[in-house]
């Protein structure tokens, strides 16, 4: 049996190829965020506004796009990734765009905050619960870095589309594991064997439960903001989205709840 240290290495090993080629990539428009263009989609604009002046920690934050968006809404940004390249890139973005914020190159699971004082919002967004083969394990992390009252906020894929993809919907011990390249158009350049678990809604639902995080909101999408499943059909701009057997899929959810004192 693989070991979950060895999956994650794998995991960044390919997650350095990935974020190669998504720096490149028009997907990732890193030329328009320069240039002052958000990264952040309208879901997540619309259901967590009020970010001015509060200390916000971006979990699985990629090259941090979108940490340093939140970061230009007034936001006092940390963002953790796995990946030393992707570490590396967002400290450079945050350098040439002279903006304030912190980044730590971590699994989430080993994530230790840079001081003492605890976040007022914990952040993460499409395409991250996939990585974690522990959900429950998650949401200590979460709850351990969370001030009482503060606001946890996902928006994430819904794992239905695993399902009509061919995979488990319900999370199992073993995850799967495959060579494959990545979402956007250059993605043959990073073609990588890469380990990712499903994890059905109640399963995150759950693991914030029993952590303390009481819920305030969950929201189903019939589309994404991205283009990034086969078969989806921009209908409204900015809006992709997939049916089956003549219906839509719901392809996106949210979901968010303020940590209660024990």
Not at 169 to 174: A, D, P, S
């Amino acid at each position: 049996m693989v070991s979950e240290s060895e999956l994650f290495e794998m995991n960044r090993t390919g997650w350095d190829r990935r974020v190669k080629a998504h720096f490149k990539s028009k997907f990732y428009n890193v030329e328009g965020f320069l240039s002052g263009e958000t990264s952040l989609q309208e879901i997540e604009l619309a259901e967590l506004s009020d970010v001015g002046g509060k200390r916000l920690l971006h979990l699985q934050c990629h090259f941090g796009m979108d940490t340093l968006s939140w970061a230009r809404k007034g936001a006092v940004c940390t963002g953790v990734d796995i990946s030393p390249l992707a570490i590396q890139k967002a400290r450079e973005l945050s350098s040439e765009l002279q903006l304030d914020a912190e980044f730590v190159c971590s699994d989430i699971y080993s994530f230790e905050r840079p001081n003492q004082e605890l976040y007022d919002i914990v952040f993460t967004s499409y395409g991250t619960v996939c990585w974690l083969p522990d959900l429950n394990r998650w949401a200590e992390v979460i709850s351990s870095n969370l001030a009482v009252g503060g606001l946890f906020y996902i928006v994430e894929f819904h794992p239905i589309y695993d399902l009509i993809a061919g995979y488990s919907y319900f999370t199992r011990q073993e995850p799967d594991v495959e060579e494959e390249g990545t979402y956007t158009e250059n993605g043959a350049d990073a073609i990588a064997k890469l380990a990712t678990w499903s994890h059905p809604i109640s399963s995150v639902i759950e693991a914030l439960i029993s952590v303390g995080i009481q819920l305030e909101s969950v929201t189903e999408f019939p589309f994404s903001p991205y283009n990034c499943f086969e078969g989806m059909v921009e209908r409204e701009q900015g809006r992709f989205y997939l049916s089956h057997r003549g219906n839509d899929v719901p392809i996106v959810y949210s979901l968010s709840g303020r940590k209660v004192a024990k």
